[in-house]
């Protein structure tokens, strides 16, 4: 038996089918090979349209069972990891009306503000966990206020996994984690926040139905069937945003587990037991995938937007003819704290942990006479990990005790130098595993189709293929290097 499972990105639509018994992806891929087009009609602006994520998980669906040479009658269960905070609108026959306003989309940022002053900080932040931002309810007052011909037409609201569900099952409903990511649920009432929906004068009944996380959400149609080549009556068992499904696929379900990512960008998830914020906004929280009334669980975001993005601009701009690889060993003949050199990695944009400003990125104290790229290379991937360090002091501050980072072997996480410097840092044990989005859908559908009966049977035979620990004589020697670095950075804050 097997499970399939989707993650729909911006950039392209991956899948896994997993083997079921054996607990093992037997094949997964991506389509297209080229990044999918974000369209952008004004500054500011990014929509894709969803009909484009259908045909491609379509296409995919149909080349992964071919090249695996699976009976695809024995796929059992469907899960869905999708992009965050998207807004797809459909009317009465399930059409949609305009282009989906996606993630990245910053139109809405003045009407999430404005909602965050008029409704009070304090209440939002305490019940929403929360300021409305540039979240799917913003986003939605805009279509009211910039669209009123399309908002009267508008049946449904979905987020982009919503929207594959409902062209898989022909059923349209979401789920509590998914619609606190869109600010509409209110955690101190355990229900649809009636003081968003007020203030934004938007009808509860455009919301979904909400099912479990991990439940049988629909069954797949006969003509959703002939179109991936599947079996009609599969049953949807689960779904799930990207960064709360990442942390899933890691098996990070329990307080003081944590989920990192160190690609273009970074991102530190954190699961707390207690109904938390940060003051400051410098996180946002949204209910995690086993999060119930019974439960707390909730799922601590802090993304970093200059990581492994630095990472590539140096070896573009300094070493094209290098590997990653070569680069790391060429760092690794340098010493912790590259005498001196220190670079701070902000020049993505602006950074929420700095409460939204952008310092831009700053190499500092560079010696013409001392510094080669070797240094430049180990204070990049130190500048990094100094990061994520000051982003899990935020966490902390909430009242988390960090005992274990988990990651995709990937990226960043393929340096040892950057994986050791975060250990030594933290001195938590840092866990890499073989596993994906995708792949976690597919795991998480298997247990929402009752085909594992609990967690643990799920990731029985989840791969782990690295630990790193700290090294006691070296913490002392990094500690001095990243509050060097930090006394930097308050230079710029």
């Known amino acids: 038996m097997y499970s399939i499972g989707y993650d729909i990105g911006s950039s392209s639509i991956k899948c896994s089918i997993l083997d079921i018994e054996k607990g093992k992806a037997i094949i997964q891929g991506y389509y297209p090979e080229q990044e999918m087009q974000i369209n952008s009609p004004k500054p500011g602006w990014a929509e894709q349209n969803p009909e484009t994520w259908w045909e491609y998980v379509k296409i995919l669906t149909r080349q992964l069972i071919q090249k695996a040479n699976i009976d695809a009658q024995l796929i059992k269960s469907i899960g869905i990891s999708y992009q965050m905070h998207g807004l797809v609108v459909v009317d009465k026959n399930k059409n949609v009306l305009r282009p989906s306003i996606i993630w990245c989309d910053s139109r809405a940022v003045e009407i999430g503000n404005n909602a965050f002053q008029k409704i009070g900080e ?6 929403l966990l929360n300021s409305p931002g540039n979240f ?11 669209e009123p011909d399309i908002y009267k037409k508008i049946y449904k609201i979905m987020l982009p996994g919503d929207f594959i569900a409902m062209k898989l099952t022909d059923e349209i409903n979401t789920t509590v984690s998914g619609l606190s990511e869109g600010i509409f649920w209110d955690f101190k009432s355990n229900s ?32 959703a069937a002939e179109e991936l080549g599947l079996k009609e009556g599969v049953v949807v068992s689960y779904r ?11 098996n990070v379900l329990n307080p003081g587990e944590i989920a990192a990512t160190a690609g273009t960008s970074g991102v530190v998830y954190a699961v707390i037991d207690k109904l938390n914020y940060d003051k400051k906004s410098r996180v946002n929280q949204f209910a995690h995938v086993n999060h119930s009334s019974e439960q707390t669980r909730i799922g601590v975001l802090l993304c970093i937007n200059g990581t492994g993005i630095l990472n590539s601009f140096i070896r573009k701009n300094m070493a094209p003819e290098l590997s990653y690889n070569e680069m790391n060993n060429l760092a690794e003949k340098i010493d912790i704290g590259c005498d001196g050199l ?8 602006a950074e929420r942990m700095f409460e939204n400003k952008n310092i831009w990125s700053h190499f ?20 990094i990990a100094f990061s994520f360090k000051y982003g899990i002091e935020i966490i902390n501050e909430m009242g988390l005790n960090i005992n274990i980072i988990r990651a995709g072997n990937s990226n960043l996480f393929l340096s040892p130098i950057f994986r050791e410097t975060l250990a030594n840092l933290t001195q938590a044990t840092i866990e890499l595993y073989d596993t994906d989005g995708a792949q976690g859908a597919a795991r998480g559908a298997a247990y929402g189709a009752n085909y594992y009966k609990s967690f643990e049977e799920a990731f029985r035979n989840l791969e782990k293929i690295k630990v790193i620990n700290h090294k006691v004589e070296l913490i002392e020697k990094t500690m001095n ?9 308050k230079k710029f804050l």
């Open 481 to 489: 290097a990243y509050n060097n670095w930090n006394e930097q950075l």
């Open 192 to 223: 649809i926040s009636k003081e968003i929906l007020k203030y934004y004068e938007i009808d509860e009944s455009l919301l979904p139905d909400v099912v479990p996380t991990f439940s049988v959400q629909g069954k797949l149609t006969k003509s």
């Open 136 to 146: 799917t309810a913003s986003k939605l007052r805009w279509i009211k206020e910039n």
């Open 122 to 127: 304090d209440y939002c932040l305490n019940n």
């Open 364 to 383: 500092l104290n560079v010696d013409f006479n001392r510094h080669t790229k070797a240094h430049f290379f180990r204070a990049v991937q130190e500048g």
């Open 342 to 349: 220190t670079i701070l990695p902000f020049g993505n944009g």
């Open 240 to 250: 799930a945003g990207d960064q709360p499904n990442n942390a899933f696929s890691l």
